[in-house]
């Protein structure tokens, strides 16, 4: 069946279902071995990619739609979602369902909450939904055309991302174990896509005191063998809470 | 004629123009000499607070809505209102309009959308609304209970301004046009309810290059004139954009 069908055929239930012109779009930031890449998926037929996305059940809270929207449309679990910015302009899906009957639910106007999360993306199954016939990885570097609003969205929770990096700490789930500090440094290089200047990451990271050092070191390369760190769990997650030390 | 035949009144009305299940909640706080205040509302007989809120046109933006909602509730015009979370559980009016028809208006699931500003409330002229009795300002560190989950929202609200506090400069049309570095200092501790200490406070306030040093000094206390600075608008602006530049 195609998705003009599909939709037009499941429209009556969604307006039973759902809370209408509510919806929810997920960024899904995946990082694995120096690639920084964003999940999406194409469409039936129509052959465009768009952000996975969904509605809220009228009796579900709005996160366990996010979590359940997320599995459902790519497969992907136990993401820690966190709600970023709604998106609310009367105009956001101008003409996109234009040929479609007025009373269909995908054609109604939809204020759109963006949840986003960043994996490692070794980690997640992908699985592919009715409404799709692929389910990928893309790099934020080339990306798409995304349906409706979804670049601008993709755009917000990016910078969304980038300002996280600032205050809050990152890497653990995304790196080994084990890791150097050059490896971390390279983490948030490709997440802010700018060259960090080595001395003043390792004073900053040090002085966030997440780290712990080894007494191994990396064995095998060429040069000097570098210090292994792991993170400091108990320092780690409460910075995570409340953010790095850095307030007033 | 009292808040129950009101709402049963224009229930029929609201169903027509409005976007079912969602809702915008105002969180705006005031500062004036010293004081942080929060705007609420008393609503009409039940004689319990709450935040201005409201629904949103089917035909208008998520951002204008909240302004006509805030303006109309409660005089304050020309606030710069920012979202800042949305408030989705399921049992978040629990009861509230329990002895009311299933099929009032507001009785129905609302997804609230929050906004939040601080502003100089003298700037502000009040107005009371059709649903109100009431438009204070009432001091954070005094709240009456409010309706709903409204008490939350205001703590989610106010943690808010406080992390906004690291990142961003504040103060332009709160305190006078010419300031003293104390008087800076004061406006900080107000928002933290925390004292701050003198010489890290000067030393990170100058570091963020947003103030200009007068010449002239403030006549007429006891002690020492002390300087004072105006903001240095250009820097101020770019600050208010980016963020300080504290990042990576």
């Known amino acids: 069946m195609d998705f003009r069908n599909k939709i037009a055929n499941i429209s009556a239930n969604s307006w039973e279902i759902y809370l209408p012109n509510l919806s929810i779009d997920c960024i899904v930031f995946g990082f ?3 690639e920084l890449k964003v999940l999406v998926v194409k469409i039936l037929d129509d052959e465009i990619w768009a952000l996975p996305g969904g509605y809220i059940l009228k009796d579900e809270n709005l996160i366990d ?3 359940r929207i997320l599995k459902d449309r790519t497969g992907a679990e136990n993401v820690y979602l966190q709600q970023f910015r709604v998106f609310g302009d009367i105009n956001r899906s101008e003409g996109f369902f234009q040929d479609y009957a007025d009373d269909l639910w995908n054609k109604q106007r939809f204020v759109s909450v963006g949840f986003y999360a960043l994996v490692d993306y070794t980690k997640v199954n992908l699985v592919v939904d009715e409404f799709s016939i692929k389910c ?3 790099s934020i570097d080339d990306l798409p055309e995304l349906m409706m609003d979804h670049n601008f969205i993709f755009e917000k ?3 969304t991302l980038r300002k996280q990096l600032i205050h809050k700490p990152i890497g653990y789930n995304l790196l080994p174990e084990k890791f150097t500090m050059p490896e971390l440094q390279k983490l948030y290089e490709i997440i802010l896509s700018k060259k960090l200047n080595r001395g003043n990451f390792y ?4 002085r966030y005191n997440i780290l712990t050092k080894l007494e191994e070191t990396r064995k095998g390369g060429a040069h000097k063998a570098p210090d292994l760190y792991i993170f ?3 320092n780690y997650q409460l910075a995570l809470k409340n953010g790095f030390n850095e307030g007033w």
Do not use: P
Not at 203 to 206: G, S
């Open 32 to 34: 694995h071995e120096n």
């Open 65 to 67: 739609a996010a979590n």
């Open 136 to 138: 990928e990885w893309k």
């Open 157 to 159: 929770a990016l910078a």
């Open 203 to 206: 004073r900053k990271m040090l």
């Open 232 to 234: 400091n769990q108990e």
